[in-house]
């Protein structure tokens, strides 16, 4: 028993890291633009079909794909916010963009299904489905390289705001955009390549969890649930809180699956009811009181 | 902050009616509109005919009931599927334990609404402690939690789902009575709507829309004005969830809980012009006909289709007639009246001896600076 269970935390820890890269994304897009992307859910599957496609078809391996797709998925991220989000005003953008972002989920969706059916698949490379030994547990290579990559890409993305000029509008949008503006900084062009960089990231964490579940067009729905009850837990526009969020909630799931398979999901909604209860605004809530 | 485009949606269908004869005018209106709709399976008795018919009724309903909740307090709600789901599922819970067979079933259509009534509570103590975008968050978490019982809990019995009690009418006039039941369910939304809408509590959920703190430092107490309005709301949705389901004769999980569902509301609320009764009902009068004829096309199978150009409507309604058909269909014609000069609704609208309530509760704040939310 504390066998299996120490297995499943390392397997937490594991997936966890790609979750906070997902979460990371959706987080920081609620920082900048004061919008919950329910699309995010649906673009982690859109992410997953394309290193699938380029796989299956062009036998490009994952990770080599990842240059292709992470690109392919700012462009949409830009595109998504320029046609849409861009064009909302007034007191009730906020609800309006969850609306419209949920608009945008079930159009994507509707052309997944087209496109590549309802049946279930799943990403089987080669290099990635074998298991390694180490330190006495078995773990998938896939588990590991994809840890590796998304600490490599949160670290990068905490690279870009903490020490660009680029990061450093962001962050000052994030505090202040009247404020910002009045400094000078073009907060159209932050928030659209924010929310370009925000759907990016689903591209790498949406080719580790094609690798590693098996999905279809209507995956999407559990995708969004957990990232948002992470994003709430970690305190909605904090990325660390985000970072540890998920780590905590995907190592907890692992572990109550030993016990509860099936109710292990819910941990999620448990988890966010009893923090919207006790503490709304989330543990690291720095924007707590804007954002209510 | 709320300036005056604000209050003329508040206020916006409930224009001062120009005396008796617009108010004669508004009865036979009425009236002619009841024979119709009561005459409609009479005229269309084809079965395929009057089904349109039943399912455009259940969300007639349905989006009324959230219109109730959320078109007056301004809270957009993502959960109206909890309700509707559980409705279903406890109706054939019930009938099952307590072996209510056949026509009988229908005995059971106001218990659904007390679950219903009875699951909003909880729901709505913990989701309308946080407002706006965390409050449409929290709803979109209960339906999956609902669901994911709907999966596993024994006695919904998983992916299969749930049988309706068999009901022995012939299928020719099958779905008749059903158009009935919906009707009379829909008329009595509508006018529980109505009523609301001109009572005291209506002012008091438009009040929170329009400035929730305000309207608490006014004296509305908020918490329970809102509940009340979500408990209503909720029972409604049960009830109607029930009768699908009767109609239908069975439910899964991803039927009873179908996150379609709840955006197709909102969507049909938003269509018609969002925190109008009418408008509500012309919404979901255009958009569920259109869905269902969608998925009989058999050139269109898959269902997939349906979802795309939902999200896309709902896209360009938002987008670029964000206050619905029926607000700005009535701008163009004051526009056309007006022959182009300046058209005057703001001031008419807020002149209007109907506007008090919910104008006060805006006018007080309007001169002080505003935009710290």
Redesign the interface.
């Known amino acids: 028993m504390a066998r299996e269970i120490s297995q499943a935390i390392v397997d937490g820890i594991l997936i966890g890291g790609v979750y906070a890269l997902m979460a990371a994304g959706l987080t920081l897009i609620f920082g900048v633009l004061d919008i ?1 992307n ?1 699309a995010q859910g649906v673009l982690v599957i859109l992410g997953a079909y394309l290193s699938y496609s380029l796989f299956t078809k062009a036998h490009i391996d994952v990770f080599v794909g990842l240059l292709i797709t992470v690109p392919a998925m700012f462009i949409i991220g830009v595109v998504i916010h320029w046609a ?1 989000i861009r ?2 005003r007034g ?2 953008r ?3 963009t ?3 972002t ?6 994507i ?3 997944l ?2 496109v590549y059916g309802a049946n279930f698949v799943q990403i089987n490379a080669p290099s990635t489905n074998q298991t390694v030994h180490v330190f006495g547990f078995y773990i998938e290579y896939i588990y590991i390289y994809g840890f590796i990559m998304a600490v490599a890409l949160v670290v990068a993305l905490y690279a870009l705001l903490y020490r660009t000029r680029f990061g450093r509008s962001v962050r000052a949008t994030m505090q202040d955009e009247t404020a910002a503006r009045l400094v000078g900084i073009d907060v159209n062009r932050v928030a659209a390549l924010t929310f370009g960089i925000g759907v990016a990231v689903t591209a790498a964490g949406g080719m580790v969890y094609g690798a590693t579940n098996s999905f279809n067009a209507n995956s999407g ?1 559990d995708l969004i ?1 957990r990232l ?2 992470i994003i ?1 837990l970690g305190g ?1 526009g904090s990325l660390g809180g985000a970072l540890g969020a998920a780590v905590f909630m995907i190592t907890l799931e692992s572990v109550v699956t030993i016990w509860y398979p ?2 292990a ?2 941990v999620f ?1 448990a988890a ?2 009893l923090v ?2 006790f503490r ?1 605004n989330g543990f690291f809530g720095q924007k707590a009181v804007r ?2 | 902050m709320s300036t005056s485009t604000d209050m003329v949606s508040v206020s916006t269908d409930e224009a001062p009616g120009a005396g008796r004869r617009s108010s004669v005018l508004k009865a036979a209106g009425l009236l002619v509109l009841a024979i119709i709709v009561i005459a409609f399976p009479k005229v269309y008795s084809n079965p395929s005919v009057t089904n349109y018919g039943v399912f455009a009724l259940i969300y007639v309903t349905v989006a009324s009931a959230w219109n109730i909740f959320s078109g007056n307090t301004g809270y957009i709600s993502l959960g109206m599927a909890v309700f509707y789901g559980s409705g279903a599922y406890a109706l054939g819970a019930a009938a099952s334990a307590w072996h209510f067979t056949g026509t009988s079933a229908f005995a059971l259509l106001p218990f659904a609404a007390v679950v219903g009534a009875i699951i909003a509570v909880p729901f709505g103590l913990i989701a309308l402690r946080v407002r706006r975008h965390t409050f449409i968050v929290i709803t979109i978490a209960v339906f999956f939690i609902f669901q994911l019982m709907a999966f596993n809990l024994s006695f919904t019995h998983g992916t299969i789902g749930m049988n309706a009690p068999f009901i022995s009418w012939p299928s020719s006039g099958y779905n008749t009575p059903f158009y009935y039941i919906a009707l009379a369910i829909a008329a009595g939304t509508i006018a529980i709507a109505w009523l609301i809408r001109r009572s005291r509590f209506g002012l008091q959920l438009r009040a929170i829309r329009d400035d929730e703190d305000r309207a608490r430092g006014l004296g509305v107490r908020t918490m329970r004005v809102k509940l009340s309005a979500f408990v209503i709301s909720g029972a409604i949705a049960a009830m109607i969830g029930s009768v699908w389901f009767l109609y239908i004769g069975q439910v899964q999980p991803n039927t009873g809980f179908d996150p379609l569902f709840d955006l197709t509301i909102v969507l049909m609320a938003f269509l018609g012009g969002y925190g109008s009764i009418a408008g509500t009902v012309l919404g979901a009068l255009i958009v569920e006909p259109a869905t269902l004829w969608l998925n009989t096309q058999p050139q269109f199978s898959g269902g997939y289709l349906s979802e795309i150009l939902l999200g896309g409507v709902f896209l360009i309604v938002v987008l670029f007639m964000p206050r619905g058909i029926i607000p700005t269909g009535g701008e163009w014609i004051t526009r056309l009246r007006s022959r182009g000069r300046p058209a005057v609704i703001p001031a008419t609208t807020i002149g209007g001896p109907k506007a008090t309530g919910s104008v006060s509760a805006t006018s007080i704040g309007s001169g002080s600076p505003g935009g710290a939310r």
């Open positions: 919950i329910i849409f064009r909302l007191t009730e906020t609800s309006m969850l609306l419209v949920y608009a945008v989920a079930l159009i969706e509707g052309i299904y087209k729905y649930s948002l009850a709430i909605m099936t109710w999901v819910a909604y966010l009811v919207l209860v709304p954002a209510q």
